[in-house]
């Protein structure tokens, strides 16, 4: 049940308007999700920070539980790279894939000289190793969904986590109920971020520089309740939340 299908004429114009107003003043709804991953991440107290009267912090309790060894995130589907910046003041090892050739070139041309990073063209269920968190942010959609939760898992550490932000097809009663509000939040929210008509092209990873390429798109086939029976299934314990803006969200744990 997606509201843009629905037939009733008032409904369309007031779709079509809402179109006009998003593509006058985009926002990047995978950019606004940031916050919520840096908050969930296993990382170290990135380095630089302060506190008030400029006092730099101690190491916290989550810095202490941390295992001595350099500490490796891997994020799928990173894109530019926009939160490989910031996963970088958290982590030792940073590596960002994306099996898209133009994305993954942009992502490694942006930290050619940070040691820290590395980017690859790669797709998933090529990665091996062990990290201490995996990120995918509107990429699991692009994935089949249990066999790419089910390597995620296996490529955590003991007490690492995986943390998704995903995009899920709408379809029932209240999947609509969320959308509804989405729909009309997204072009105020669009305002408040860029009062000004924005004249060039945004998509959902940022800012696209003239001739530079625009991120791969795909509707998502599974449903939000398809997705939370495949989590728990797959990752006893994974948390799956609905978010407005058309995103859910999935945390896991791996046992220690």
Known sequence: MDIRTVGNPIVQAGGRWLRRVNDRH???????????????????????????????????????SLPARPLRVLDVGCGRGLLLSRLRGRF???????ADAAMATVAAE?????????????????????????????????????????????????????????????DSL????????????????????????VRAPVDDGGPVASGGPVMPVRDPAESFS?????????????????RLFFRYTLEWTRPR
């Open 92 to 98: 030792d090892e940073v590596l960002g894939i994306d």
């Open 110 to 170: 942006r930290f050619a000289d940070d040691p820290s990073v590395t980017v690859r063209r790669a797709r998933f269920e090529e990665i091996d190793g062990t990290f201490d968190a995996v990120t995918m942010i509107a990429v699991l959609h692009h994935l089949p969904l249990e066999p790419a939760l089910r390597h995620a898992g296996e490529l955590l550490a003991p007490g690492g986590r995986l943390l998704v932000v995903g995009l899920a097809r709408a």
């Open 26 to 64: 985009p926002w990047s709804h995978n950019d606004h999700f940031h916050g919520w991953v840096l908050r969930r991440l296993p990382g170290r107290t990135a380095p630089g920070l302060t506190l008030a009267g400029g006092r730099r912090p101690g190491r916290t309790p989550r810095d202490r």
């Open 174 to 197: 209240t999947d609509l109920a969320w959308d509804l509000p989405s729909s009309l939040l997204n072009p105020l929210v669009g305002l408040m971020k860029h009062p000004q008509p």
């Open 226 to 242: 398809e997705i939370s029976r495949t989590a728990g299934a797959v990752l006893p314990g994974a948390r799956v939340r609905r």
